[in-house]
């Protein structure tokens, strides 16, 4: 029986990736038992439970920059979480007994898996971003192996350090790269014409930045009559505002059908098959997603991330000539619409980004991290 301990959490950034590599462990060990450690509160409690995890529960919190009141008292309890964090950890391991412990981010995977490879059991650690996360700067000098989604990573990593380093890519939700649907297979079943088809998504919360690309792009289409179709998610956090938009804009979506606009995008491999051309942020989750449909893309990144690493993410499909990269802050009133005009008036252009896209795309993901994790046991 191989025995695993699996934890990332605060983000489904860091959820997702973990519960991935499990599925890529299970398919070539069937003989594994799993442990899920985080937070008891955090959304990878929810997420591990409903995938069947057994979950063990430690409290981490992270360390507020900036001084404040409020924030020296965040600190405070920050520290006294750390402090007991090592003893908890202990005992999961010491209960459990893994033979590999694999951390996917976030505060709550650091002292388990710095407790096990204090213990010489076997770890690794992946890391999604283009520019590592503060978890895995931390905990590289002790893990045996890191996992990385874009070689770029290694290189923000001491020199050392980087013979730990294998690129292997970020596994994606079904549906992306296996078992796709074509463009045109995809249009016919969300309902829409053969015009270009836009796009854009800031994600389950949703990002202002991109609701007002949409709300400026739909508000162009009407006035112009320009001929497009446009699937837009506007989030969670922000119904009342973009219905709002709309209003002011005197939009009535009814009056577009070829207008597709809800909270939540729950078929993203269909809509993402359906597209000319994406406007997303910039999580690594999204990006190997439009990487595997190969598509062209505007990308925004998020301001309020730390080490505005969504930026360094933006910029490999950038540099690769796959997408077009603007800074929040940067953007104007009609910048979005002029650079969609632009890439609608050059079909070619449209395809040589996706095609570029396609380009970045890692297709043996799974085959990389179970490589790395099978030659990790046989070290044992």
Known sequence: MLRVILSGGGSAGHVNPALAISEIIRKNRPDVEFLYVGTPGGMEHRLAEEAGFNYASMKVAGFQRRLSLKNIGRNIRAASYLLAAGSRANKIIKDFRPDLVIGTGGYVCGPIVRCAAKKGIKTAIHEQNAFP????????????????????????????LRNKCTVTGLPVREGFAEHKITKEEAKRELGLDDSVCILSTGGSLGARAINNAALELMDWYIKENVK???IHSFGKNNREEFEKGLAERGIVLAEHPNFIVREYIDNMS?????????????????LTEIEAEGKASILIPSPYLAENHQYYNGLVLQSA??????????ITPGL???TVAGLMRDPSALSE???????????DTPERIWAVLEGLLSEK
Do not use: W
């Not at 269909?270 to 999204?286: E, F, H, K, Q, T």
């Not at 000539?321 to 940067?330: F, I, M, S, T, W």
């Open 133 to 160: 996360g503060l978890t895995t700067k931390l905990l590289a000098p002790d893990v045996d192996r890191i996992m990385l989604t874009v070689g770029k990573a290694a290189d923000r990593l001491e020199e050392p």
């Open 228 to 230: 497009v179709n446009h």
């Open 270 to 286: 269909v809509c993402m098959a359906a597209a000319d051309l994406i406007i997303s942020r910039c999580g690594m989750g999204a």
């Open 321 to 330: 000539g796959a997408a077009v990269l603007y800074e929040q802050k940067d």
């Open 336 to 338: 979005i619409a002029e």
């Open 353 to 363: 980004m996706s095609a570029h896209a396609s380009e970045q795309f890692i297709n």
